[in-house]
Structure formats: structure tokens, C-alpha cells
């Protein structure tokens, strides 16, 4: 099906700005280059959401949906696509082939403010890490938005501009589209095995692809990262660049950066030395002290006070499905970790436990090498119970390790069979390894579905 809206409606321009997608950014970024006065053209090849179709409608912004018009896509002047498009798709190759400039929203939203730009990114951790940032800049009355792949569109954000900071959450999809942008603080937190299917199943291609956020940094800009990711320092130690390191360590104590020790979060640079104890944070876990080692560096870089960082971490409410609380029935606690879809989130949850353990997991399996959880289920879990189309990969590689081990594809079983092999004093922990499209919609289908059952079964008791 096709529609197209505005005054050069079934026409072909040409060297019009195409945008290749129509989702938030998509949207977003048709909105800043009307309001620029550019001349564009909208493409999704699925179906548009309702809101999305008529706001393009409303504002008189060309578009089709259902189909790429190859002839008009390709005579664009420069392309803004969606993160969601590989660059192997042969339209996206055409395009690089014809050496048409194919760029991210940020990048492209980037060119039309002034503001301070905070980027965030890493395999793990980017979303608490950015929404806390938001949260300690915005409380301590900072004039912050929230964008990249979380918040609204930044591109429609920057149409007003009306925002001194941005914290913009960075994929490395959104990265591998970002050229001239400049980030005035970045942040690192990790890098591990992930998207591989994107990057030609070499790992390499990934780091790189992560370390974009550095590739127009400044001397006297500010580089944010995890001390103990050995991608991080292996790369760190090849390029060199020329930045402001601030490391955050959970070994050692850098004389500027930030670290744990004995449970109290410290963050020390130019001259202001924050301290507080992880315990008294909404957030737990050893990742999590990463995470907000992260965003208080930022703080700290932003001239916020001591006292607007605590009251900021003592009032934080996580996004949800990122160790989030589901209940506790008959003394066994329920926790929704529905985010974790890559090994080393599951790491680092299983971690945080503070009690045996049943370990819901399982999903689409993306070529996970599970090694690196051995030692911290050997320690943690005493059942586990996998929630998958196929659990059998799983089911292999752990039944040498955990000595009950059973497998459903139904969240409302899962559930009950997770309270049946727990003891009061238990947890319970859905921390999938996996993602989620083989029985689920998407992670946040999977949580709000297992957080339904954990009440359903709690109603029933």
C-alpha cells in the first residue's frame, strides 16, 4: 500500500534529503528537515503505526509505506536511516555504491544545536545508565532532554532546541551512522558479545563499531569507562586517543574516575570528591555500581553538587524489566530481568544475588558462548527452568552444572514451576540470556507477561 501527502505527492525531486524508515527517528528527522526548509521524501517498506502516518499527514511530508520507490531513493542527495536497516540490505548498498551520504537521526539532528552533548553507550547497562544521568542533571535544575534510543526523537527535539544538554543513548547501530558528531562527555561502560549477526559474526567489527563514540573527541573532553572491560583497554591501548580518561574500576582507585570499595561509590575530578553508599541508591548489584559511577562522573563534569547528586540517586526509578521487582510469594522473591538478552547481562544479575536462586532463561539463542556464567551459577543457581521454542542448547550446556533443570514454553508455567523447586528466602530471577521473539513480542511482551503470571499465581495462593 502506498500513500504519499504534500505538494510534490507521486513526483519524483531530486536532490531531496530521503529518510529510510518512518519509526520515531524516522519521523523525527522529517519533521527537523521540513522545519529547515529541506526538501524530503519519506520511505518505510512495512506498515506505518497510525500516530506516526498521520502526524507525517498533518505536517504535508511526502511518504510512502508498504514499498521503496528504488528510483527516488536513489537520486536522494543524502539518506537519514532508521538504526533498524543493516547497511547489507542491497538498497543501503546501492546507496554506498553510488556514495550517497547515509547518515543516523543524530547525526543528522546533531548539525542544528548548540547544546551539550552527552553520549552513552556499551553492550550493557546504556538505558539505566542514561535515564539516571538524565534524572541527576534534570533534578539538580538542569535544562536537559532525553533522546537516542530512548525519549522522544532528538531530531524533533532540536526542531524548538530549547534544551541546554542532551543525553543521548548511542547503539552501535546508531553509531555506525555518525560521522562529524560531536559529543562533548562519552561513555563506554562495556563491550561483550552482542549483535554479532550485524557486524559478520566478528567481534572486532563490533568493538570498532562501539568505539565510534570516540571519533571526534577533543583533549579536553571527557571519556567515561569500565577500567575492567579488557575490549575497552585493548582498544584503548591501539588507538590512543587524545581525551580526558575518567575510568571506573571495581579493582582499583584511579586518582580521577571513579570506584567501589567496601560498598561506598566514589567519584573523584577536578578538585570534587563524591561519596556514597551503594546501599543507600535505589540501585543494586555490582553492574549497577558501574552504571551509577557513570552518570555521577557526568554530574560531576556538569558543576552539579554533592548534595543534588545524592538526592538524585536516592530518588532514581529504573526503567522497567532491568532487575525490576515482581512480587514475592510465600517468602520467594520474583525479579524481572527481562532486559538481559546477552550472557553478560545474565552475569552480572546472577551476580547481584543475595540468595539460591531458580534461573528462569531462554529465548532465540544468538550464538551464545555460555563460559563466562560457570562459576557464578555453579554458586547462585539451584534450579533453573527454561522458557524458550528451543531450550535445548541450554539444557546441554547446563545440565553438567545445576542439578534441576526443566524447560516450558509457557510464562504462566514457568512461573509455577519456579515457586514449586523454590524455598521461602529464594529468588526467583527471569534474566533470559536470550532475546525474546520466539514465543514474545519483545523483552518488554516477555516482563509484562511474567510480572501478569507472578501476580496471577500470587492472587491464587
Not at 67 to 87: D, F, M, N, W, Y
Request: with cysteine.
Amino acid at each position: 500500500m502506498r500513500y504519499f501527502a504534500g505538494s510534490k505527492a507521486g513526483g519524483m525531486t531530486t536532490k531531496e534529503l530521503v529518510i529510510l524508515g518512518g519509526g520515531e527517528s524516522g519521523v523525527g528527522a522529517a519533521l527537523l528537515a521540513q522545519a529547515k526548509g529541506i526538501a524530503l521524501f519519506l520511505s518505510d517498506g512495512g506498515k506505518l503505526k497510525d500516530s506516526y502516518r498521520t502526524t507525517l499527514q498533518n505536517a504535508g511530508i511526502s511518504f510512502e509505506e508498504g514499498q521503496h520507490t528504488e528510483s527516488r531513493i536513489l537520486a536522494a542527495a543524502e539518506v537519514v536511516k532508521s538504526p533498524g536497516i543493516p547497511a547489507t540490505v542491497p538498497l543501503v548498498q546501492k546507496l554506498h555504491a553510488k556514495r550517497t551520504p547515509v547518515i543516523s537521526e543524530i547525526e543528522f539532528a546533531a548539525r542544528y544545536t548548540r547544546a551539550t552533548l552527552i553520549g552513552i553507550t556499551g553492550s550493557n547497562g546504556k538505558t539505566t545508565t542514561t535515564l539516571l544521568t538524565y534524572h541527576l542533571l534534570k533534578n539538580a535544575g538542569l535544562n536537559v532532554g532525553l533522546a537516542g534510543n530512548v525519549g522522544d526523537s532528538f531530531a524533533a527535539q532540536v526542531i524548538a532546541d530549547e534544551f541546554d544538554y542532551y543525553v543521548l543513548e548511542l547503539s552501535s547501530f546508531q553509531l555506525d551512522d555518525m560521522y562529524s558528531t560531536h559529543l562533548d562527555v562519552m561513555i563506554l561502560l562495556n563491550i561483550t558479545p552482542d549483535h554479532l549477526d550485524r557486524y559478520g559474526y566478528v567481534f572486532q567489527n563490533y568493538v570498532d563499531s562501539k568505539f565510534r563514540i570516540l571519533q571526534n573527541a577533543r583533549p579536553d573532553d571527557s571519556f567515561i569507562f569500565f577500567a575492567e572491560n579488557q575490549p575497552i583497554l585493548d582498544e584503548l591501548a591501539k588507538r590512543n586517543p587524545a581525551v580526558r580518561r575518567l575510568p571506573i574500576s571495581l579493582e582499583m582507585k584511579p586518582e580521577e574516575g571513579g570506584y567501589l570499595r567496601n560498598g561506598v561509590l566514589t567519584a573523584t575530578q577536578n578538585g570534587q570528591t563524591f561519596e556514597i553508599t551503594q546501599a543507600e541508591t535505589t540501585l543494586a548489584g555490582s553492574h549497577n555500581a558501574i552504571n551509577s559511577l557513570a552518570a555521577v562522573l557526568v554530574a560531576q563534569a556538569m558543576g552539579i553538587s554533592n548534595k543534588a547528586i545524592t538526592e538524585g540517586l536516592c530518588t532514581f526509578a529504573n526503567a522497567p524489566h532491568r532487575m525490576e521487582p515482581a512480587g514475592t510469594i510465600n517468602g520467594v522473591r520474583f525479579i524481572n530481568d527481562s532486559k538481559a538478552t546477552n550472557v553478560d547481562s545474565v552475569f552480572y544479575a546472577l551476580s547481584s544475588m543475595d540468595a539460591p536462586t531458580v534461573w528462569i532463561a531462554g529465548g532465540l539463542d544468538k550464538g551464545n558462548d555460555y563460559r563466562q556464567l560457570d562459576e557464578v551459577v555453579k554458586q547462585t543457581v539451584k534450579a533453573m527452568v527454561c522458557l524458550g521454542a528451543d531450550n535445548q542448547k541450554l539444557m546441554d550446556y547446563f545440565r553438567s552444572v545445576v542439578p534441576s533443570i526443566h524447560e516450558t514454553q509457557d510464562v504462566n508455567e514457568a512461573v509455577q514451576m519456579s515457586l514449586d523447586l523454590a524455598q521461602p528466602g529464594n529468588v526467583v530471577l527471569l534474566s533470559p540470556a536470550c532475546a525474546s521473539f520466539d514465543l514474545f513480542k519483545g523483552y518488554e511482551d516477555r516482563g509484562r507477561q511474567f510480572k501478569e503470571a507472578v501476580n496471577r499465581v500470587k492472587s491464587e495462593e
